[in-house]
């Protein structure tokens, strides 16, 4: 008797253990294809793996039209080796109007090393109206452990790197770059985060450099380029009535190259609970920046739900050590405060200015106790 067997055969794509490679997925390095589920298979079978994975992106560009990468996953221990660059639709409307172009979600021990985020950002900067939410390059929500090492972003469409929620964040070695005049194109934004360091980056953007929102406490910044930009800020802060505050921030080693501004603290003329405190600015230099130091709890875009208000936001504690440089304005050092929370202990320790080789000014309203400079008897 002659016995058959018939086999069915499940095919997967073959990988090394532990490397999952987006082009044994389908990803097409031509740039034009939609290589999105291939990534997110990638994802999926690192995520699944109980060992630690790696994610390898070939040299090459890939079109990824928008993609989630969700956690928690088996392993907390998954790398992402970018040598090709990600490219994002140049139709914003592809997007949807989602505010995120690649977002990771309650991920931990994920390392991404290498590569470009290429957010084709132009036409959505000239959009004047009916336009959907902005989307950000990158995003991380909810995460912990995580390093961002070596990473190139260019023309986001709004913000490139966004940290929120997150705990024990590492970006180091990252270029940022966009013109100048592209809306909203925060190089690195940190709100509701804890532990997050940011070192040996040079970001060239049309808005802040590096912005920290409510919530970020035990930031550490460090060796710095911004430029061009809107500089180093703390804020806006005190949009909403009860909101969490800003603490323990160390900004350091920075050099600031024609941007708007150097470092500073901005917060809404509204009530709030909101507060920035032990905070300090060190060894920074400043070429040809317009307002070097400010604080501005005045804020009030387009005069809408904030005119003839105060802010609650209390800033006290705030050292500015060894700033020097140029400033294109007279008034480089400016402290405008809360009419009914004033600045408090605020030390200015050798601050050098200069505006057309000649000593800058300093201006201040509503501060009680800032201490360091003979300019600064003249503070109300």
Request: proline share 5%; hydrophobic share 35%; glycine share 10%.
């Amino acid at each position: 008797m002659k016995v058959v067997f018939s086999l069915l055969c499940i095919c997967f794509p073959l990988v090394a253990s532990g490397n999952y490679s987006v082009v044994d997925f389908g990803a097409d390095p031509n740039g034009e294809t939609d290589s999105t589920q291939s990534f997110l298979k990638a994802w999926a079978s690192a995520c699944s793996s109980v060992t630690p994975a790696t994610i390898s992106v070939p040299p090459g560009k890939f079109l990824i039209k928008k993609a989630v990468f969700r956690g928690p996953c088996s392993n907390t221990a998954i790398t992402i080796e970018m040598n090709g660059t990600l490219i994002a639709p140049s139709d914003y409307r592809e997007l949807g109007g989602s505010g995120n172009w690649l977002l990771f979600v309650k991920v931990s021990g994920l390392s991404i090393n290498g590569g470009t985020l290429d957010g084709q950002g132009a036409n959505f900067w000239a959009c004047e109206k009916n336009c959907p939410a902005a989307a950000r390059s990158i995003t991380f929500n909810y995460a912990m452990d995580v390093v961002i090492n070596g990473l190139t972003s260019i023309n986001s469409k709004n913000s490139h790197i966004v940290i929120n929620g997150c705990e024990n964040v590492t970006v180091q070695q990252v270029t940022v770059v966009a013109p100048d005049q592209s809306p909203n194109t925060d190089g690195i934004h940190v709100q509701m985060s804890s532990g997050v360091t940011i070192t040996n980056t040079s970001i060239r953007t049309g808005d802040d450099c590096i912005s920290i929102g409510p919530g970020a406490t035990n930031l550490w910044i460090q060796s710095i380029e911004c430029g061009p930009g809107h500089g180093i800020s703390i804020g806006s802060l005190g949009k909403d009535l009860v909101e969490e505050g800003v603490k323990n921030v160390t900004v350091k080693d920075v050099v600031f190259t024609g941007t708007q501004n150097g470092f500073r603290i901005k917060s809404w003329a509204r009530p709030s609970n909101g507060f920035a405190k032990q905070v300090l600015f060190q060894d920074a230099i400043m070429k040809n920046v317009r307002y070097p130091i400010i604080i501005d709890q005045n804020y009030c875009p387009n005069t809408k739900g904030c005119p003839s208000q105060s802010s609650g936001v209390k800033i006290n504690q705030v050292t500015y050590r060894n700033i020097q440089g140029t400033s294109t304005t007279k008034v480089a050092m400016k402290f405008d405060c809360s009419v009914s929370n004033p600045c408090k202990d605020i030390k200015l320790e050798d601050v050098g200015l200069t505006y057309r080789e000649n000593p800058a000014q300093l201006t201040c309203v509503n501060t009680d106790g800032i201490t360091g400079l003979a300019l600064t008897s003249s503070c109300s």
